[in-house]
Structures are given as structure tokens and as C-alpha cells.
């Protein structure tokens, strides 16, 4: 993507709120890679079990596998991302979420199952992800924690309204158009916006981070910038190469797995979860809607956090969460209980959403985001893939969920220690 640094605005588009518009576009792609979440797909898996006769293990394993070849692709999206920017590939990728939505309507063999899960994944859990969490950072720097807050909200608003709405299709009208009804709204809502709205960065439309027009981005910003930040000057910005040579590199791939692994995890299986513990599908689709909505205030919290604090140590905290919030879904005999690991979860997904999102760019800075930010991607639905086959295959073999959650009690403790050290890399002055 080329950067202009002209003083005078090259578009009309180019005046200081349109960085809030990119904003909310962001949080619109996000709520449009609801459709292969894993919340989503979870209200899909008895469907397919009550019509086509296949075991949960072996469902969770088309998915599992389908989720590492979607994983494996991500570094190829993401060097695509960088190189035909955000403006070009966001209305590719949102139409090809649509398609395989609509692909995912013709179930009738393993086969078709299997590439369908693949197709979501890679475009809708993966790709529009991606999107999204590398638009707006390539637009802020001293407010990227808020404004990466309000673009999460799209992320807030996909768990708590698709698995409902998903949810009402299926029993009322089916699977087929439960699909169908997604492929439509991405292909008349989130395609044509991105197509007439989004551009790569501010500076290809004559401005400069933050909303400001480029005459107004001068020597002065980095040093206002510690009004609001002082830990924060502007982060250099590194190749892929050399970002995969430090140490903190490889503590972020492995945080970004561990929440994927356990959040897919359990939400895949929480139908399951919830009805060995005597509750109907409707509590199962209420504790998924409950962790949405918790998120909304978490999410400006932990945004004015991030524009304040090392995000490393706020990492590590959440970790911690992570952990309480399992023993809570593993002890927890009745409903007042479980609503409150619905909410310590969604306090945990939201702070590792939004942290995750301005990790990366205050690590690496922007210029190859994509690129390193998709490894890191990979990383994630890697371990989305390895998350619901062994929450599976524990079922099968012990009747129960009890042992496999004790063993993912494991990861976030691990995680914790590998996030507090992982401070921001020091790049050479060479």
C-alpha cells in the first residue's frame, strides 16, 4: 500500500471524523465474521446430528481439521491484506464468507461439511478478523485504544444477536435458511459499504493518524502524545523477518492460542455443557448471549487501559480470569453460578480481544501488520482447530466434560507467565 504525505486532502472523504467512520466499519466486518464463529456454528452441530447420523467426536473432527487447513492459509491472506490493502480485499473476502454461507445451505455429505467449515473458517473466523483488527490500528495511534474498543463492539454485538438469531431460524424455518439468511446480509450490507467507504490508511487520503488532517501532523505529535500516554512514542515498524527473530513474537503466537483453543473449546460444546447439567438449549444460547453483553462495558474499560498501561501485564492478568472462569463452568451445579462464569468469560474475552488488537501494533508497528499479525492469526484458529476434538473425544470416552476442562486449566496459567515476559521487542538502530 503506497503512503501519500501531501498536506492537502486527495479525497472527499478526507475530513476528521471519517477516522470514526473506518472505526465503525471495522466493527461492522467484525460482526460479519459472526457467521463462522464458532458461536454460530455450535447452534448448527444437533442439526446435523439429528439429520444426518453423525457422532459429535466425528463432527468435531471435520471441524477440528477444517479449522488448521483454514489456520495454515492465514499467513497467504495476510500478505494479501498488506499488499492489495484493506479497500480491496475487504469486499473480496466479505463475498466469499457469503458464498460459503450459501455453500453451507446444501449439506448432504461429509465432504460438503468439511469444505464448508473450511471456507467459513478462512474467511469468516479468520480473514474478516484479521480485517478488522488491522483496519483501525493503521488509523490511530494515540487514541488506538478506545477507538479499538469501539471497533470490538462488533465483536459484542455477533455472539450476543447471531447465535439468536441462527438459533430461531433453525427451529423455525431450518438450517438451509439460517445460512442463506447470513449470505444475504453480507453480500447486501457489508460488501457495497466496504467497497464505496473504506480506504487503507490515513495518509492515502491527505491525513494523518488520529482524524487529523496531514498539515496538522507535525513534530508535535509524538510529543503530545505523552498527555495521553506517556509510555507510548511511536512504535518503529518491523519486517516479518525480523519480528519472528525476538522472543516476544513467540510468546504472542502462543497467547493468541490458548484463549482460541478453550474459548472454541466450550462454546462449541456448550450446548452439550450446560444440558449434562440438566439445563435446556435456551440456557445454553442465554449463556452464550449473557458473555456477549457483559463485553460492552468491558470493552471501553479495557481500550482506556490499554492507552494507559503496559498491555503485556494487562495480558497476563486476564489469563488469570481465564483460569477462574473454568472452574467456574466445571463446579458450577446451578444457574446463578453458571451466569457467573457467563460473565467472568465475557470479561475475559473482551479484555483478550481488545489487548490482543493493540499488542501487535505497539509491538511491531503498522507497516507489515498484516503480515505479522497473520501469523499470529494462525496461530489463533490453530487453535480453534485443536480446541472442540478433544472436548469430543474426552465425552465420548469418560460421558463427561470434567477431565478435559482440568487439563485446559493447564494453558492460561502458562499463558500468564509467557505474557509477563513479553515486553515490547527493542528494534536496533541498524
Given at each position: 500500500?503506497?503512503?501519500?504525505?501531501?498536506?492537502?486532502?486527495?479525497?472527499?472523504?478526507?475530513?476528521?471524523?471519517?477516522?470514526?467512520?473506518?472505526?465503525?466499519?471495522?466493527?461492522?466486518?467484525?460482526?460479519?465474521?459472526?457467521?463462522?464463529?464458532?458461536?454460530?456454528?455450535?447452534?448448527?452441530?444437533?442439526?446435523?446430528?439429528?439429520?444426518?447420523?453423525?457422532?459429535?467426536?466425528?463432527?468435531?473432527?471435520?471441524?477440528?481439521?477444517?479449522?488448521?487447513?483454514?489456520?495454515?492459509?492465514?499467513?497467504?491472506?495476510?500478505?494479501?491484506?498488506?499488499?492489495?490493502?484493506?479497500?480491496?480485499?475487504?469486499?473480496?473476502?466479505?463475498?466469499?464468507?457469503?458464498?460459503?454461507?450459501?455453500?453451507?445451505?446444501?449439506?448432504?455429505?461429509?465432504?460438503?461439511?468439511?469444505?464448508?467449515?473450511?471456507?467459513?473458517?478462512?474467511?469468516?473466523?479468520?480473514?474478516?478478523?484479521?480485517?478488522?483488527?488491522?483496519?483501525?490500528?493503521?488509523?490511530?495511534?494515540?487514541k488506538q485504544g478506545i477507538a479499538l474498543s469501539i471497533a470490538s463492539l462488533g465483536g459484542v454485538a455477533g455472539p450476543a444477536l447471531i447465535p439468536i438469531i441462527s438459533?430461531?431460524?433453525?427451529?423455525?424455518?431450518?438450517?438451509?435458511?439460517?445460512?442463506?439468511?447470513?449470505?444475504?446480509?453480507?453480500?447486501?450490507?457489508?460488501?457495497?459499504?466496504?467497497?464505496?467507504?473504506?480506504?487503507?490508511?490515513?495518509?492515502?487520503?491527505?491525513?494523518?493518524?488520529?482524524?487529523?488532517?496531514?498539515?496538522?501532523?507535525?513534530?508535535?505529535?509524538?510529543?503530545?502524545?505523552?498527555?495521553?500516554?506517556?509510555?507510548?512514542?511511536?512504535?518503529?515498524?518491523?519486517?516479518?523477518?525480523?519480528?519472528?527473530?525476538?522472543?516476544?513474537?513467540?510468546?504472542?503466537?502462543?497467547?493468541?492460542?490458548?484463549?482460541?483453543?478453550?474459548?472454541?473449546?466450550?462454546?462449541?460444546?456448550?450446548?452439550?455443557?450446560?444440558?449434562?447439567?440438566?439445563?435446556?438449549?435456551?440456557?445454553?444460547?442465554?449463556?452464550?448471549?449473557?458473555?456477549?453483553?457483559?463485553?460492552?462495558?468491558?470493552?471501553?474499560?479495557?481500550?482506556?487501559?490499554?492507552?494507559?498501561?503496559?498491555?503485556?501485564?494487562?495480558?497476563?492478568?486476564?489469563?488469570?480470569?481465564?483460569?477462574?472462569?473454568?472452574?467456574?463452568?466445571?463446579?458450577?451445579?446451578?444457574?446463578?453460578?453458571?451466569?457467573?462464569?457467563?460473565?467472568?468469560?465475557?470479561?475475559?474475552?473482551?479484555?483478550?480481544?481488545?489487548?490482543?488488537?493493540?499488542?501487535?501494533?505497539?509491538?511491531?508497528?503498522?507497516?507489515?501488520?498484516?503480515?505479522?499479525?497473520?501469523?499470529?492469526?494462525?496461530?489463533?484458529?490453530?487453535?480453534?482447530?485443536?480446541?472442540?476434538?478433544?472436548?469430543?473425544?474426552?465425552?465420548?470416552?469418560?460421558?463427561?466434560?470434567?477431565?478435559?476442562?482440568?487439563?485446559?486449566?493447564?494453558?492460561?496459567?502458562?499463558?500468564?507467565?509467557?505474557?509477563?515476559?513479553?515486553?515490547?521487542?527493542?528494534?536496533?538502530?541498524?
Amino acid at each position: 500500500m503506497k503512503t501519500h504525505t501531501n498536506t492537502q486532502p486527495k479525497s472527499k472523504l478526507a475530513f476528521p471524523g471519517y477516522s470514526w467512520i473506518i472505526v465503525l466499519l471495522s466493527g461492522l466486518i467484525l460482526f460479519f465474521s459472526g457467521p463462522g464463529q464458532t458461536y454460530n456454528v455450535s447452534v448448527f452441530i444437533d442439526s446435523y446430528i439429528e439429520s444426518e447420523g453423525w457422532s459429535r467426536s466425528a463432527i468435531s473432527g471435520f471441524y477440528s481439521a477444517a479449522t488448521l487447513t483454514a489456520g495454515l492459509l492465514m499467513p497467504f491472506s495476510g500478505r494479501l491484506i498488506d499488499k492489495k490493502g484493506h479497500r480491496f480485499m475487504t469486499p473480496v473476502i466479505a463475498g466469499s464468507l457469503a458464498l460459503a454461507c450459501f455453500w453451507m445451505s446444501f449439506m448432504q455429505a461429509p465432504w460438503m461439511l468439511v469444505l464448508g467449515f473450511v471456507m467459513i473458517r478462512l474467511f469468516g473466523q479468520g480473514s474478516m478478523t484479521l480485517l478488522s483488527t488491522t483496519l483501525t490500528p493503521q488509523w490511530f495511534h494515540r487514541k488506538q485504544g478506545i477507538a479499538l474498543s469501539i471497533a470490538s463492539l462488533g465483536g459484542v454485538a455477533g455472539p450476543a444477536l447471531i447465535p439468536i438469531i441462527s438459533t430461531y431460524l433453525i427451529l423455525h424455518y431450518g438450517a438451509s435458511l439460517a445460512w442463506r439468511f447470513w449470505a444475504f446480509w453480507l453480500l447486501a450490507l457489508m460488501v457495497p459499504l466496504a467497497a464505496l467507504l473504506i480506504r487503507n490508511r490515513p495518509e492515502d487520503i491527505g491525513m494523518a493518524p488520529d482524524g487529523r488532517m496531514a498539515y496538522e501532523a507535525d513534530s508535535k505529535d509524538i510529543t503530545s502524545s505523552k498527555e495521553t500516554n506517556p509510555t507510548a512514542p511511536m512504535t518503529p515498524d518491523w519486517e516479518p523477518g525480523d519480528a519472528t527473530k525476538t522472543r516476544t513474537f513467540w510468546m504472542m503466537i502462543y497467547c493468541m492460542l490458548v484463549p482460541s483453543m478453550i474459548t472454541t473449546g466450550i462454546t462449541f460444546h456448550i450446548v452439550s455443557i450446560i444440558s449434562e447439567k440438566g439445563f435446556p438449549v435456551t440456557f445454553a444460547a442465554l449463556i452464550l448471549s449473557i458473555t456477549a453483553m457483559v463485553q460492552l462495558p468491558v470493552t471501553f474499560l479495557i481500550g482506556w487501559a490499554c492507552d494507559r498501561f503496559p498491555v503485556y501485564k494487562l495480558k497476563a492478568f486476564n489469563y488469570l480470569l481465564m483460569a477462574a472462569a473454568i472452574l467456574l463452568l466445571l463446579y458450577s451445579p446451578t444457574k446463578p453460578f453458571l451466569i457467573l462464569y457467563a460473565v467472568i468469560h465475557g470479561i475475559s474475552i473482551s479484555a483478550d480481544h481488545v489487548s490482543t488488537s493493540a499488542w501487535w501494533p505497539g509491538n511491531f508497528g503498522r507497516k507489515h501488520l498484516a503480515t505479522i499479525r497473520g501469523m499470529g492469526m494462525t496461530a489463533m484458529v490453530i487453535g480453534s482447530a485443536l480446541g472442540p476434538l478433544p472436548f469430543g473425544f474426552a465425552y465420548d470416552t469418560f460421558g463427561d466434560y470434567q477431565f478435559i476442562l482440568l487439563t485446559m486449566l493447564l494453558f492460561p496459567l502458562l499463558a500468564f507467565g509467557a505474557a509477563l515476559i513479553s515486553p515490547p521487542p527493542q528494534k536496533s538502530s541498524n
